[in-house]
């Protein structure tokens, strides 16, 4: 019979852990948060601030919560001792403390780990600690701040009328960064430019440089960091010369090309490292699934999830690159079996990451030698990819530094120098594992003073290009980066704004949509310090003084809610109005939305001349329509990929007045043609599409055509007959 109960949060843990602990053990789920903030009192908070105390009154969370606490108040009856496992994290602690508090625990043992495997959980129980209340006070503080932010934040928003829906803390700011990036991509103006370069018939291609020699730009000794994780393996950048700005002036170093000699001034050869890649943390693993294998953040933390719970990686929340000398030891030994020229004199360390809990450890599998053969059948795609993706990052860590030549070559034709760059990779080391180096740009051997055969001299016209917006993973990035969030809010935080439909996704990149951006315009004008990135790290950074013992939360709290949310807020009220227009020249009278959350497109209104508006639109194919916003109301404009331009839309009847006349669509008709599925009639189908009259077969058999395979059995008119992407040529 059990005498101890182990409590997890998640009920994907209690089969493994029921298994290594045995018998003796009850295990049971908490299912995440059991308890949460009453919605009492002022603003249904369900706090008070009075002087430098916070009061708090909580509740069960839903019927689920009540359920459950139901549930362990019966385990705890049948057993002698109770242990609390709850994630090895500052909210794994505070859901501890909940536990305690619903359950009447009077002295509960708090236990952690970070991978679920026998020797790590046995090890955890054997060493057990009471709950940690400064972690706990850190988690309180957060709660009930966002809760204070959101509940009388988003009341402003209301009033507004747009269908927003709520502010937050992290939330706000990490919008502003996505509406930011917009503004800077609608202000960008191109600018034409011109790269000149030549081509050799020794085998290589060099880029104007200017009319001095260009100098050596790094050092001879040089030890690079590796690239970012949202780069893709082997991703290289087209080269470029120095930049011409007239056509003239690179017809002009054509010429001069063409006209004099070429010959080599200057060879240059350098031998650099490339340091490995730390371990995984939260935001780096978002970033890598998000590039690597085309996960959301929030995707990845549930796949992520389901490996830990399998006891196959460690703890998936953390931000240390820290890795347990266990593993270290393990991994060396696979080195030296199975790779020894990769294994360094001396365990690797990686340079801690700013503010991290180094308790913590990075994330990593919890036995390197487990057979990918047995995982690939155990495991779903999905989980294997990412789980493939920990291990070899993991190893890669404490492999060698990769060794590359880097070769420049400096040529001059009369006034004008030529450059080359070439890289090759000598010893692979870590990228044998984890690939983040450019491909081999091997150049010739060439001597100093050799004469060269040119073969071509010519420019390409180019054009600058806007800053790029954030895909999810750069987003996750750059969050870490100001310091807005922790590793557990990342990916909540953009399926919010998803959600909210302050952003949507478009071909992989975030992009703000009309009610993001007006939002966000009026917060810059409500309560511009909550959207500063800076602002928000200030806070993170005090809730983690917090943690260690250094700042009392309550006389925080208070302070913060005294001295800057309360005044903002009164600042903030008298900005609404200015949200309020009643100008029609602003106002959309159709749905209440303000003209000015709307991106403006180039085109004009042909009644009064003004920008129309990007009105956005899922039902078009370019995900957005042209409205007039300044009071014409009839004006819309529709892309037609037929005309190439914007135009009003066709009328079904007449169509009076439209671009492109509407022509009658005939009825269906049978033909001798057989379905390549049932056997029966094929059917001629016309449509309309781009102002024109076309025609497809199908199945004649209206029923059978809702059938999956029949969606495949179309056959288009094309200039060689009729022909099917599924079963070709008819």
């Known amino acids: 019979m059990a005498t101890k109960l182990l409590i997890v949060e998640s009920p994907g843990k209690v089969k493994k852990l029921s298994q290594i602990l045995g018998s003796d053990w009850l295990v049971r789920a908490s299912m995440g948060h059991i308890r949460e903030l009453a919605n009492d009192g002022m603003d249904a908070l369900g706090f008070d601030l009075a002087g430098n105390s916070v009061n708090c009154r909580f509740m069960a969370r839903g019927t689920r919560g009540k359920e459950t606490i139901q549930n362990l108040r019966s385990a705890v009856k049948q057993v002698q001792t109770v242990v609390l496992a709850t994630d090895y994290d500052r909210e794994g602690e505070t859901i501890a403390w909940h536990i305690q508090q619903a359950l009447n625990l009077k002295n509960p043992q708090r236990v952690v780990y970070t991978e679920i495997t026998p020797n790590a959980v046995r090890e955890a129980v054997a060493r057990p600690r009471s709950i940690d209340l400064d972690l706990v006070h850190s988690g309180l503080c957060r709660t009930v701040l966002d809760k204070l932010v959101g509940f009388r934040g988003s009341p402003l928003l209301w009033q507004l009328q747009n269908g927003a829906k709520s502010m937050g803390r992290v939330q706000s700011a990490t919008l502003h960064i996505i509406c930011e990036r917009e503004r800077q991509i609608q202000a960008f103006v191109p600018q034409d430019y011109w790269s000149v370069f030549v081509d050799y018939g020794e085998g290589f291609r060099a880029f104007y440089q200017g009319e001095s020699e260009p100098k050596q730009t790094t050092n001879p000794a040089d030890t690079t960091e590796e690239t970012d994780d ?303 990135a800076e602002f928000t790290a200030q806070m993170e950074q005090m809730l983690d003084r917090i943690a260690a013992g250094q700042q009392n939360w309550e006389a925080y709290l208070t302070g913060w809610n005294r001295d800057y949310f309360e005044p903002a807020l009164t600042k903030a009220r008298q900005v609404i109005p200015q949200h309020l227009t009643t100008n029609p020249a602003v106002r959309n009278s159709s749905n209440g939305r303000s003209a000015q959350s709307y991106d403006l497109s180039r085109t004009r209104c042909p009644q009064c001349q003004n920008y129309l508006a990007k009105v956005p639109s899922s039902k078009v194919k370019k995900k957005y329509f042209l409205k007039c916003m300044g009071g014409c109301a009839d004006v819309v404009l529709f892309w037609s990929d037929y005309s190439r331009k914007w135009e009003p839309p066709r009328s079904k009847s007449s169509q009076e007045g439209s671009a492109v006349p509407s022509q009658e669509i005939p009825k269906p008709q049978l033909t001798e043609y057989p379905c390549p599925i049932c056997q029966k009639p094929l059917e001629t189908y016309s449509y309309e599409k781009e102002g024109q009259v076309k025609q497809l077969l199908r199945c004649s058999d209206t029923k059978a055509r809702s059938n999956s395979k029949h969606k495949e059995a179309v056959y288009f008119q094309t200039a060689q007959g009729w022909w099917s992407p599924k079963f070709g040529n008819l």
Not at 276 to 292: I, N
Not at 451 to 479: D, F, I
Not at 512 to 526: K, M, S
Request: hydrophobic share 30%.
């Open 230 to 532: 949202t780069a893709q393996p082997n991703e290289t950048k087209t080269p470029e010369s120095k930049r011409v700005t007239s056509e003239i002036e690179a017809d002009r170093l054509v010429q001069l090309a063409q006209q004099h000699p070429h010959q080599v001034v200057a060879i240059e050869g350098k031998t650099v490292t490339r340091t490995p890649p730390p371990p995984f943390v939260t935001s780096t693993l978002q970033q890598a699934a998000g590039s690597r294998l085309r996960f959301s953040p929030e995707k990845t933390m549930q796949v992520a999830q389901s490996l830990y719970e399998a006891g196959l990686i460690t703890y998936m929340r953390t931000d240390s690159v820290a890795l347990s000398p266990e593993f270290c030891a393990q991994a060396r030994q696979w080195l030296e079996e199975h790779d020894p020229a990769n294994l360094p004199a001396k365990v690797k360390q990686h340079r801690k990451v700013k503010g991290s809990q180094e308790a913590h450890e990075a994330i990593r599998p919890t036995d390197v030698y487990r057979p990918s053969k047995e995982l690939r059948v155990e495991l779903t795609a999905e989980a294997f990819e990412l789980y493939v993706l920990i291990w070899k990052r993991a190893i890669a860590s404490q492999c060698q530094s990769a060794r590359l030549r880097q070769t420049r070559i400096v040529t001059r034709s009369g006034p004008v120098c030529w450059q080359a760059r070439g890289q090759v990779i000598e010893f692979h080391g870590y990228s044998k594992y984890w690939n983040n180096i450019s491909s081999d740009s091997d150049l010739p051997t060439l001597t100093q003073g050799q004469s060269l055969n040119l073969t071509q001299a010519a420019h390409e016209q180019k054009q600058t290009q806007p800053p790029p917006r954030y895909s999810e993973p750069k987003l996750v990035q750059v969050m870490e980066r100001k310091g807005i969030g922790r590793p557990s809010t990342y990916a909540p935080t953009i399926q919010t704004l998803k959600q909210r439909t302050y952003v949507e996704v478009v071909k992989g990149h975030l992009q703000p949509t009309g009610l993001g951006l007006e939002v966000d315009r009026f917060l810059q004008d409500a309560l511009p310090d909550l959207l500063e």
